[in-house]
């Protein structure tokens, strides 16, 4: 009898003698579950497929995959097999298939892709599936088809709407990724195959699907007739109901129909194609109805597409006139197949080689041109204004002196993006006087619409400030835009942060050009302080957050100002006006300079909602650290909420000098706080030696330990230096907490079992005899675990 699975059979054991010894071990313990799997998964053979099968089926091998890639899957477990042995490779699909769709109807669910326990993402499935279905078609349907039957019809509402289909598989893409869309492809090709080699199974397939009111399964009984050889049984079908006159793709809504239409015509009867024109003269279906009055265009498409696909020799004289009634209407469009997928980048209508040898006159007439709304263009993609833009830009950086030139012949009827282009491009090339030219050029011609190009520039750029165009920048800091602070999720469910919607805002950009002139020099000083005041009380939160970085800067040049300005702008209703980069650093400048005075903004922060609080706790370390808390704010973390603790978690670990701080925090009954505070064992070796042991043994018996220890792995592998004493316990307990997860490449633990090998064996190397055979256990414990990199490792130790 086998004693371990670590040997694995021989090429001369018999799989199915060794499936006869382990099977009644199946679903007895942990342990022999584990030797089963990785039996399966390293040793799979046709022999092995009824032990496979019961493993599936018994809910023992649920998490099956191929035991070497990291993106390893179920699918890549069959890669070979598939190959050389189909037929077995079907049943296991099957077990599966079915396997995951029991978990899914446990769990209220008729479909296991969307429930989860199915994934549609794999790089093997396709390949895996297409292999099966052309090798073993009909072992393919009899496992698949019973399967995509129950999906279908447990997504699908039943509804009577052929245009709004509902069900996992009703929109179908020609080359569409998934592995839900690799199922039906290749089932499609494996019911097809059977019409031609097996009818018999290919009619049993048919008894299944053609009762069906569900879309997709329709699809695949109108694919199967269209290769059959029942010209008149296929199109009585097709008739039966005008739902099989819309089969197909999403990007050919009917092509199936019209196949089906296309290959038995020639072979109908006279009586079956009189039935068929007649019911297709007829045709329009419903939203063309609705779509007539005032959108005629589309009148007739579906009618033109179908009728269009009977047998030329065989249409009647009123679907000849019919036809030629849509061909008049209709010039220039056939009917088309699905196209596959596409992707392509979207260029400018000028090549860049082209701009190169352009006039300037040439220019002219291609910016006018692109200007105007062109014809939609679907395949290759063509840009328009923005892209043509780009390329503007290109060439203006490439001859700033030209363009610039070039840019004051534009005026208010060219797009607004031309003109920001050059002036983005030019401004690191052009002196302060140049630039000021263009900027006011650019601001009287465009307005307020120049307002993020040239507060942009001047923020990459501020030396090129001048007093001329203070009028400028005032105007932005008084402008409309924005009215209101964004606060709700918009139409597509999208939040937008504080910060963000200032900077994308006028009045935030003005704010944050202030900003960036400020931290440049003091010349302007003087003219751009009461910009900073009238920003930090803008009525929109937005605008102050940005209004924050301003001063900030002021704070360079004159503190009581600054510290004023700051209480004006921190004095809002809204606890939110902490919850920004911007003034969290200014608060926490503020905290050093005059603590006594801005305490309670601090204090009010760490009791705000979320983010804020978070942010808010960072702060609150960083105040710790500095020595600059008052006795009114919180002295410890215990009097933090769990919010503002994660935010001190971080701060604490990325200053890891200030460890004791962290010391309570392994233990924190908020996960997050765990998380963060863990980061800081990526540094402990940073410490003295004493303290570095402190830490890690605090870390090793708190409870961030399990879910975290990965941090400390890194740490032992990182550390240049002789590692300290307490390194082997780190290691024992690693190794006996992680344990089989450190040789497992699926998961992000095989890193830390690398890691772990190297520090043992630098530990063993610098250590005495009673800390080497400890070393010596650890590294079987590796090898049992399979961890990654051990062999190679210990061969270079020999």
């Known amino acids: 009898m086998l004693r371990s699975l670590n040997c694995w059979p021989s090429r001369a ?419 302060a006087d140049r630039w000021e030219q263009l900027a006011l050029h650019t601001h009287q011609i465009l307005g307020p619409a120049a307002a993020p190009t040239i507060c942009r520039a001047l923020q990459s750029a501020p030396q090129n400030f001048t007093a001329a165009s203070l009028p400028a920048l005032d105007s932005y800091t008084t402008d409309p835009h924005p009215e209101q602070d964004i606060r709700d999720a918009d139409a597509e469910g999208t939040r937008t942060d504080l910060l963000t919607a200032g900077m994308n805002a006028t009045r935030g950009q003005a704010a944050l050009t202030v900003a960036a002139l400020l931290f440049h020099g003091s010349e302007h000083l003087h003219a751009l302080t009461p910009l900073v005041t009238r920003l930090a009380n803008d009525s929109v939160l937005a605008v102050r957050v940005c209004a924050a970085q301003a001063v900030l800067a002021l704070m360079k040049h004159d503190p009581q100002i600054a510290l004023d300005t700051t209480e004006q702008l921190l004095n809002h209703q809204d606890a939110n006006a902490y919850n920004a980069s911007t003034t969290q650093r200014l608060l926490i400048n503020i905290l050093v300079r005059e603590p006594s005075r801005f305490a309670a903004h601090l204090a009010r922060a760490l009791q705000g909602p979320g983010d804020t609080a978070e942010l808010a706790g960072q702060s609150w370390a960083v105040a710790t650290i500095q020595g600059c808390l008052t006795p009114d704010l919180p002295n410890s973390t215990d009097e933090l909420n769990a919010l503002a603790r994660r935010g001190a978690a971080s701060v604490f670990a990325d200053n890891i000098d200030h460890y004791p701080h962290l010391v309570p925090l392994f233990n924190d009954d908020d996960a997050d706080v765990r998380k963060n505070a863990s980061q800081g064992m990526r540094q402990v070796f940073d410490l003295f030696p004493a303290q570095a042991d402190e830490l890690v043994r605090a870390f090793l018996d708190g409870k961030a330990f399990p879910d975290h220890l990965e941090h400390l792995a890194f740490a032992l592998y990182d550390h240049a230096g002789p590692l300290p004493t307490v390194a082997i316990d780190a290691c024992e307990r690693i190794v006996q907490h992680a344990g089989r997860e450190l040789g497992d490449l699926r998961t992000h633990r095989a890193a830390d079992g690398h890691h772990l090998v190297s520090a043992v064996l630098r530990l063993y190397r610098q250590s005495r005899q009673a800390e080497r055979i400890r070393c010596l256990d650890v590294i079987d414990r590796l090898s049992q675990a399979g961890a990654y990199g051990l062999t190679a490792a210990l061969e270079n130790e020999r």
Not at 119 to 125: G, N, W
Not at 175 to 203: F, I
């Open 13 to 431: 054991t018999d799989p199915s003698r060794v499936a006869e010894l382990v099977r009644p071990y199946a679903g007895t313990t942990p342990q022999w579950g584990q030797r089963l799997l990785r039996l399966i998964e390293w040793a799979l053979t046709p022999g092995l497929i009824d032990l496979a099968v019961d493993l599936i089926e018994s809910g023992h091998a649920d998490e099956a995959r191929g035991p070497i890639a990291v993106n390893s899957d179920f699918w890549s477990l069959l890669y070979g097999l598939a190959e050389t042995a189909p037929a077995p490779a079907a049943r296991l699909v099957g077990a599966y298939l079915w396997r995951h769709l029991a978990r899914a109807r446990a769990d209220d669910s008729g479909d296991p892709f969307e429930s989860g326990h199915l994934s549609t993402h794999s790089q093997f499935a396709d390949t895996v599936l297409s292999r099966i279905a052309e090798a073993e078609p009909e072992a393919y349907v009899s496992q698949v088809l019973p399967f995509v039957i129950d999906v279908a019809t447990a997504g699908s509402t039943g509804g009577t709407d052929a245009y709004a289909p509902s069900g996992r598989w009703a929109h179908r893409l020609v080359g569409g990724h998934g592995v839900d869309a690799a199922l039906l492809t290749a089932l499609d090709t494996a019911l097809r195959s059977l019409a031609a080699n097996s009818p018999a199974a290919a009619a049993d397939a048919l008894q299944q699907l053609t009762p069906s009111p569900v879309q997709e399964l329709r699809f695949l009984a109108c694919r199967v007739y269209a290769v059959m050889n029942q010209a008149d049984e296929a199109i009585a079908w097709l008739l039966n109901d005008e739902r099989n006159l819309r089969l197909g793709w999403l990007s050919s809504a009917r092509w199936a129909s019209r196949e089906l239409i296309e290959a038995t015509t020639p072979h109908c009867s006279d009586e079956t194609l009189e039935r068929l024109t007649a019911m297709l003269l007829d045709y329009y279906p419903a939203w063309e109805h609705r779509r007539q009055k005032g959108q005629h265009s589309a009148w007739g498409w579906s009618q033109y597409e179908l009728l269009s696909a009977i047998c030329p020799s065989r249409r009647s004289d009123a679907g000849c006139r019919r036809l030629a009634e849509w061909e008049r209407k209709f010039p220039g469009q056939v009917p088309s197949p699905p196209t596959p997928i596409q992707t392509g980048f979207v260029g400018s209508p000028i090549s860049d080689h082209a701009a190169r040898h352009m006039t300037n006159e040439q220019w002219h007439r291609a910016l006018n041109m692109y200007a105007k709304p062109q014809a939609e263009r679907f395949w290759p993609p063509q840009g328009g204004v923005h892209e043509l833009a780009q390329t503007l830009g290109s060439r203006a950086e490439q001859e700033p002196e030209r363009f610039t030139d070039f840019a004051f012949t534009l005026g208010p009827d060219a797009p607004a993006t031309y003109l920001c282009a050059i002036v983005g491009a030019v401004t690191p090339h052009l002196d």
